[in-house]
């Protein structure tokens, strides 16, 4: 194989180190403060070459969230999708919560799991894209947040039809703010419930308890 037809390959690699590197840097010392040189060090790369596949340091910056916000969505939209099928179908005369509960809850349990698997760098990056929102914040809210929000608020508006949309709204943040938690609140939420690990054992009672908060939420008044 000649050198032309490795070429890609070459340049595949080294994208994806510096975008590993550049994840933990930008996590850990935040955007103003990341240090390219420090990137490429840790990519174990020269630093022209962050120009050359990024065009500088906010575009590297911006790779990092469009490469996760693709991952996550590897995880979510498979049950984004089923949701759409179930809103785009006939609503059902009575029982709602028959159709679509279990969808609602299928999201929440999809949340909950990437919570708990994501790249630890991840929670910190955005963490400080919330508090302090940008470029990065916006590629994020358009190609996740968003989009989990109103497939949450299609399901809630078919199973409390009486609500008006900024209740069912408001409804809709408090049910993935309590998965929230795990990413921002993890050290203390362990050891509050005195774990030291979640593990399988740990996570189904996760899963339960968020399953009937939600449940509970939705249904009971």
């Known amino acids: 194989m000649d050198e032309k037809s490795k070429s890609p390959a070459r340049g595949d690699s080294t994208r994806d180190a510096l975008l590993d590197a550049a994840t933990l840097v930008f996590a850990r010392e935040g955007f ?9 060090l840790a990519a174990g790369v020269n630093a022209a070459l962050i120009g050359y596949h990024f065009g500088g340091k906010e575009g590297l910056y911006l790779a990092v969230f469009e490469r996760m916000t693709g991952q996550i969505r590897l995880v979510l939209d498979p049950v984004l999708a089923s949701i759409d099928q179930a809103l785009a ?9 028959d159709r679509y509960l279990q969808p609602l809850l299928a999201l929440v349990d999809g949340v909950l799991m990437h919570m708990l698997h994501e790249h630890p760098a991840w929670g910190e990056l955005v963490l400080r894209e919330t508090q302090f929102p940008g470029a990065a914040f916006e590629l994020l809210f358009e190609r996740v947040i968003q989009r989990n929000s109103q497939a949450m608020v299609g399901l809630l508006q078919k199973l409390r039809p009486g609500d008006d949309l900024e209740r069912v709204r ?52």
């Open 32 to 40: 103003a403060a990341a240090n390219l040189r420090e990137i490429a």
């Open 89 to 97: 179908e006939p609503s059902p005369a009575k029982a709602p919560a």
């Open 170 to 221: 408001l409804l809709a943040g408090t049910l993935i703010s309590q998965v929230l938690c795990i990413r921002h609140y993890r050290t203390p939420f362990l050891r509050i419930l005195r774990w030291e690990a979640i593990g399988d054992r740990e996570l189904e009672l996760m899963r339960t308890q968020t399953r009937r908060n939600t449940t509970l939420l939705v249904l009971g008044d």
